[in-house]
């Protein structure tokens, strides 16, 4: 039996969440109507109404939906919670009464609870009357953040959400001094990982201030190649001590210095491109040139650039010294990156599974990510993604009015246009041009397809010349799609509403059917599953695109499958499964295929028609009319 409060009743709602009032009663010894006049009670006392009420009982809401199915994880976290700030073990009977919970209960809460830990190598050991939780420091100190993280549900790691939750220290203060002592020492830290860095220290002194928890871990001698890192590391820890009293012994200084290593790199490139070897180790260099070759068999495409490199080398050297240190780099921009730019998306998985046969050990989701932004930044810097427009603009050369308007198009068009010629008498012969675009500032024959602007190009002239380059970009796509359909899709790599319960089993039936059809070998299914395992190929809108890393398709093939109710795959649930097989003969077309399907199917219209298609033919009307202007 225990004592009704407020307090008590509150703890209790929040551990066991839905419970009825029949039950509370008989736990607290009260009458069902004191149950309620208590919770009437504590809910007036607050702004916004604490505990809920239901037909089946009362709870406290976490979220914007309490089930029954979160009473068992509460309670299993609630318990880890209480048993990771313990310096010594507990009394499980005393333990039981708190969580207010039997034996029996807290033994099946401690065996679930252990399940989870394992992932972090913890465990709560129970020994004759007592409860303890047992592991590394460091380890404890990763579920902490792990359930921060997962708390605040966060698209990104605000500096205002760790202060919040840590709001006995000044954030700002301490994000200021870090980037200054970094800056001083040439180390560079981007803004996705800056605030982690951060969480990782405040939950040091956190657990070093309470109980004087410190890691114990011995680190071996600190490289010179580390020596950067160190001093920032102490510079950091001399902050700390001289502005919270809390002082960081040599193995959290260690600790830091090699969290630094996996976080930063040094600011000066044009130093680095001096003496490669002072400053990234001959591992990474090597390895850096061996995926760089491989992206360029596999998909024939070369990113032959020396500073994107060098940073690719870095980067890979900061992401081999994490993985060692089983440390990740949170990247709260993994769902955006991979919807709006999949085939990026798509060369860093290949990337990271170049990396895990290397190192043995799986890559996080989230250093994928990283690895797009590296090759996303090299693509856009080198336009790899632009087709540019050739056009041939006339206008008479009345001072100098055609060298004006050619730049002042050309500021304007500059990513999608090119002036591959330019007409300035009024009689020059046309017929012959052969370019996809004519622009004129002059009225030309009917029998000529132009687009006709003023010589001053206003914001009307832009308008007019945007449509027509849409228009043929259109067209240009809309070729490229039929030349696709006619070449690698056919009427029986189509179906229509053909359901099962996970995307394991319709992986299955897909795969078993290519190599019925003789398309793909019997180990197709395997390479698929293992693409998948690495990230899940559903891309937004609806879209899933399963496909090998390996190219050795029998025969390049589309296999479109498409499902009127939604199918959960992973996290998303899609309608359009696409499974592409690609033969290593044309595996120059990968990237056209890839992005030709994500650009057809990235509007709601399109992916409606699609769905409501009966046959293989209305469907093939449907993919060609997607890039109708």
Known sequence: MKKLSEEQLIKYLQINGLTSSSQLAQIFAVSTRTIKNYIKKINEHVTEKLIHATSKGYYIAKTETQTISTRETSREKILTEKLIYLLTPINKYDLAEELFVSLSTLERTISKANNELSKFHLKIVNHENTVQLTGLEEQK?????????????????????????????????????????????????????????????????????????????????IDERLAAEHRSAIAIATYIQHTYDIQLKETEISYMTILLKSKTTLLNYAEIKEDLKDYIADESIQLAHQILQKINDAFLLSLDDEDFFIKFSLHLQNLLSRNREKQVALNPMTKEIKENYPLVYDLAVFVSNELEEYLGSKIAEDEITYLAFHIGAYFEHAKINQSKIFATLICPSYYDMHVDLSEKILASFDDTLTLKKIITEVDAPISNLNQELIISSIPLPDTVDYVKITPFFNERDKNILTKSIKKINFGKQQLKMKKVIEQYFSKELFEKNRHYESKYQLIHHMTNHLVDLKRVNQTFEEEILRREDMSSTSFGNG?????????????????????????????????????????????????????????????????????????????VSCLVDSFQF
Do not use: C
């Open 141 to 221: 100190r990763v579920w902490i953040r792990e359930q921060f993280y997962h708390e605040t549900s966060a698209e990104f790691l605000h500096l205002a959400t760790i202060q919040a939750s840590f709001y006995g220290y000044d954030l700002d203060a301490l994000k200021t001094m870090i980037t200054r002592i970094l800056n001083e020492n040439n180390l560079y830290i981007n803004g996705y990982t800056l605030n982690s860095i951060i969480l990782h220290i405040v939950v040091a002194m956190e657990r070093i201030y309470d109980n004087n928890q410190t890691i114990h871990t011995v680190v071996s001698e």
């Open 543 to 619: 879209l899933a695109m399963p496909h090998s890393m390996e190219m050795n398709a029998l025969k390049t093939s589309l296999y479109f499958v498409i499902n009127e109710e939604p199918m959960l795959w992973d996290e998303e649930y899609v309608q359009i499964i696409v499974m592409i097989a690609m033969n290593t003969s044309e595996r120059k077309e990968f990237r056209k295929i890839f992005n030709l399907i994500i650009e057809s199917l990235d509007n709601p219209e399109t992916i409606d028609s699609l769905l409501k298609a009966d046959s293989y033919e209305e469907f």
